[in-house]
């Protein structure tokens, strides 16, 4: 069973950043794409970014792009979400996952294991 363990969530103030973690366990990491997804209240849970087994591709959902920036470590199994120039639009769970597949994917239905989520609240 993989297991994923996200970190680094918190309050921070409009303009500020965070790093978010996520860690995987219990299966192979680095042959796999991995994805981050967040969920405000009320809303339904949506893509923020992807990255591909090797690093090499990644995408981002228009609202995100050039102020957050996916990365992952394979030697950690380690993925991370650098977020800068927060906003209060930002404030939801953040959710880590994974594929089944080494390419990079930007729907729900395309990943098949989810980490438990940590909150990110931007305040204005």
């Known amino acids: 069973q993989v297991q994923l363990v996200e970190s680094g969530g918190g309050l921070v103030q409009a303009g500020g950043s965070l790093r978010l973690s996520c860690a995987a366990s219990r299966g192979t990491f680095d042959t796999y794409a991995m994805g981050w997804f967040r969920q405000a209240p009320g809303k339904e849970r949506e893509f923020v970014a992807t990255?591909?087994?090797?690093?090499?591709?990644?995408y981002y959902t228009d609202s995100v792009k050039g102020r957050f920036t996916i990365s992952r470590d394979n030697a950690k199994n380690t993925v991370y979400l650098q977020m800068s120039d927060l906003k209060p639009e930002d404030t939801a769970v953040y959710y880590c996952a994974r594929r089944r597949y080494s390419n990079i994917a930007s729907t729900r239905d395309d990943y098949a294991y989810w980490g438990q989520g940590t909150q990110v609240t931007v305040s204005s």
């Open positions: 990255i591909s087994w090797n690093g090499v591709s990644t």
